[in-house]
Protein backbone atom coordinates (compact mmCIF):
# COMPACT_ATOMS: atom_id res chain seq x y z
CA UNK A 1 0.00 0.00 0.00
CA UNK A 2 1.90 3.48 -1.25
CA UNK A 3 1.58 6.23 1.69
CA UNK A 4 1.52 10.06 0.60
CA UNK A 5 2.94 11.83 3.14
CA UNK A 6 2.85 16.30 2.85
CA UNK A 7 4.50 18.48 4.85
CA UNK A 8 4.73 22.37 4.43
CA UNK A 9 1.72 23.67 5.09
CA UNK A 10 1.01 27.11 7.85
CA UNK A 11 0.08 30.19 7.96
CA UNK A 12 1.93 33.01 5.77
CA UNK A 13 0.56 36.47 4.64
CA UNK A 14 -0.41 37.36 1.44
CA UNK A 15 2.58 37.86 -0.65
CA UNK A 16 4.47 35.24 0.76
CA UNK A 17 6.02 31.82 -0.10
CA UNK A 18 5.62 28.45 0.90
CA UNK A 19 6.97 25.54 -0.18
CA UNK A 20 4.46 22.11 0.30
CA UNK A 21 6.34 18.35 -0.25
CA UNK A 22 4.68 15.34 -0.57
CA UNK A 23 6.92 11.93 0.07
CA UNK A 24 5.62 8.44 -1.21
CA UNK A 25 6.62 5.44 0.45
CA UNK A 26 5.40 1.79 0.17
CA UNK A 27 5.88 1.45 -3.96
CA UNK A 28 9.16 0.09 -5.49
CA UNK A 29 8.80 2.20 -8.50
CA UNK A 30 8.70 5.96 -8.90
CA UNK A 31 6.87 6.12 -12.62
CA UNK A 32 3.69 7.16 -11.63
CA UNK A 33 2.62 10.95 -12.65
CA UNK A 34 2.07 12.92 -9.48
CA UNK A 35 -0.44 15.87 -8.76
CA UNK A 36 -1.33 18.55 -5.98
CA UNK A 37 -4.83 19.32 -5.38
CA UNK A 38 -6.80 21.61 -2.90
CA UNK A 39 -10.31 21.64 -1.08
CA UNK A 40 -12.20 23.99 1.17
CA UNK A 41 -15.02 22.97 3.45
CA UNK A 42 -18.58 22.34 1.38
CA UNK A 43 -16.37 22.49 -1.98
CA UNK A 44 -15.06 20.15 -4.57
CA UNK A 45 -11.18 19.35 -4.17
CA UNK A 46 -9.55 21.66 -7.47
CA UNK A 47 -6.73 20.59 -9.25
CA UNK A 48 -3.80 22.52 -8.34
CA UNK A 49 -0.69 21.10 -10.83
CA UNK A 50 0.42 18.15 -11.71
CA UNK A 51 3.75 16.49 -13.05
CA UNK A 52 4.57 13.10 -15.17
CA UNK A 53 6.66 10.94 -13.56
CA UNK A 54 9.89 11.88 -16.25
CA UNK A 55 9.39 15.63 -14.61
CA UNK A 56 9.49 16.86 -18.15
CA UNK A 57 5.45 17.31 -18.87
CA UNK A 58 3.75 19.20 -16.23
CA UNK A 59 -0.14 21.14 -15.89
CA UNK A 60 -1.18 23.92 -14.01
CA UNK A 61 -4.92 24.94 -12.43
CA UNK A 62 -5.14 28.48 -14.40
CA UNK A 63 -5.66 30.30 -10.84
CA UNK A 64 -2.32 29.27 -9.96
CA UNK A 65 -0.51 29.17 -13.25
CA UNK A 66 2.60 31.75 -13.08
CA UNK A 67 2.71 31.64 -9.01
CA UNK A 68 3.25 27.53 -8.74
CA UNK A 69 5.94 25.32 -9.84
CA UNK A 70 5.48 21.60 -9.13
CA UNK A 71 8.44 19.50 -9.50
CA UNK A 72 9.87 16.17 -8.36
CA UNK A 73 12.80 14.37 -7.15
CA UNK A 74 12.18 10.78 -7.86
CA UNK A 75 15.69 9.63 -6.13
CA UNK A 76 13.79 10.62 -2.73
CA UNK A 77 10.11 9.75 -3.98
CA UNK A 78 9.51 13.27 -3.06
CA UNK A 79 7.36 15.92 -4.70
CA UNK A 80 7.04 19.47 -4.55
CA UNK A 81 5.02 22.95 -4.87
CA UNK A 82 6.24 25.93 -4.51
CA UNK A 83 3.89 28.55 -4.16
CA UNK A 84 4.97 31.97 -4.41
CA UNK A 85 2.86 35.50 -4.37
CA UNK A 86 0.40 33.80 -2.16
CA UNK A 87 -3.45 35.17 -2.03
CA UNK A 88 -6.03 34.53 0.93
CA UNK A 89 -8.11 32.89 -1.85
CA UNK A 90 -5.09 30.23 -1.99
CA UNK A 91 -6.08 29.23 1.35
CA UNK A 92 -7.26 25.28 1.44
CA UNK A 93 -6.32 21.70 2.62
CA UNK A 94 -3.78 20.86 -0.15
CA UNK A 95 -3.29 16.89 -0.86
CA UNK A 96 -0.97 15.31 -2.61
CA UNK A 97 -1.99 12.59 -4.62
CA UNK A 98 -0.48 9.45 -7.32
CA UNK A 99 -1.43 8.73 -10.00
CA UNK A 100 -1.76 5.23 -11.54
CA UNK A 101 0.10 5.85 -14.50
CA UNK A 102 2.71 7.67 -15.77
CA UNK A 103 0.76 10.55 -17.06
CA UNK A 104 -1.72 12.75 -14.91
CA UNK A 105 -4.38 12.11 -17.27
CA UNK A 106 -4.18 8.77 -15.98
CA UNK A 107 -6.86 7.85 -12.76
CA UNK A 108 -5.88 8.67 -9.18
CA UNK A 109 -4.64 6.16 -7.40
CA UNK A 110 -3.91 7.29 -3.95
CA UNK A 111 -4.07 10.21 -1.81
CA UNK A 112 -2.40 11.92 0.90
CA UNK A 113 -3.64 13.13 4.38
CA UNK A 114 -3.52 16.99 3.32
CA UNK A 115 -2.22 19.77 4.79
CA UNK A 116 -3.51 22.94 5.78
CA UNK A 117 -2.42 26.59 3.67
CA UNK A 118 -3.18 29.66 5.35
CA UNK A 119 -2.86 33.08 3.76
CA UNK A 120 -3.85 35.57 5.90
CA UNK A 121 -4.78 39.09 4.33
Known amino acids: QVQLVESGGGLVQAGGSLRLSCTASGRTESRHAMGWYRQNPGTERQFVAA????????DYGDSVKGRFTISRDNAKNTVYLQMNSLKPEDTAVYYC??????????????WGQGTQVTVSS
Open 97 to 110: AEYYGGSHYDPIAF
Open 51 to 58: IDWTGRST
